[in-house]
């Protein structure tokens, strides 16, 4: 009898079996790992955008509102507002300000700080 070399078909259906079973797992890590970077943008996006106004309204006289600086484009989706909370004492004016960004519609991030009044 001659002997036969090569593969027969189960061997070669349960490589095909491992093999599908490793390239899902691979496309599901890549799938989250893209997510995350997704977010990890987003929020670092937000956050750069949030020290931006923030630094701008101070650069402002001191107001009890503020309108937010311009987005530039390159940001398209993002949007800023800008609240304020006046605390006043006997010896000092101070201003809460609080600048939240919202990516879609959707809050990313806040950001607050403090102004006084340089006038009292």
Same mark, same amino acid.
């Given at each position: 009898?001659k002997?036969?070399?090569?593969?027969?078909?189960i061997?070669?259906?349960?490589?095909l079996?491992l093999?599908g079973?490793?390239a899902?797992?691979i496309?599901?890590?890549?799938?989250? +790992? @893209?997510?995350?970077?997704f977010? $990890?943008?987003?929020?670092? =996006?937000?956050?750069?955008?949030?020290?931006?106004? /923030?630094?701008?309204?101070?650069e402002?006289?001191?107001?009890f509102t503020y309108?937010p +600086? @311009?987005?530039p484009n390159?940001? $398209?989706?993002?949007s800023? =507002?800008i609240?304020t909370?006046?605390?006043a004492? /006997?010896a000092?004016?101070?201003?809460?300000?609080?600048?939240?960004?919202?990516?879609?519609?959707?809050?990313v991030?806040?950001?607050?700080?403090?102004?006084?009044c340089?006038?009292?």
């Amino acid at each position: 009898m001659k002997s036969k070399k090569g593969f027969s078909l189960i061997e070669v259906v349960i490589a095909l079996g491992l093999l599908g079973i490793i390239a899902a797992s691979i496309l599901g890590a890549l799938g989250t +790992a @893209a997510k995350a970077l997704f977010i $990890t943008d987003e929020r670092e =996006t937000a956050r750069n955008l949030a020290e931006s106004q /923030m630094e701008y309204v101070k650069e402002l006289d001191y107001a009890f509102t503020y309108d937010p +600086a @311009a987005i530039p484009n390159e940001y $398209t989706g993002y949007s800023a =507002t800008i609240t304020t909370d006046n605390i006043a004492s /006997m010896a000092s004016n101070i201003q809460k300000i609080m600048v939240t960004i919202s990516h879609q519609g959707k809050v990313v991030t806040r950001l607050e700080d403090y102004k006084r009044c340089s006038g009292n």
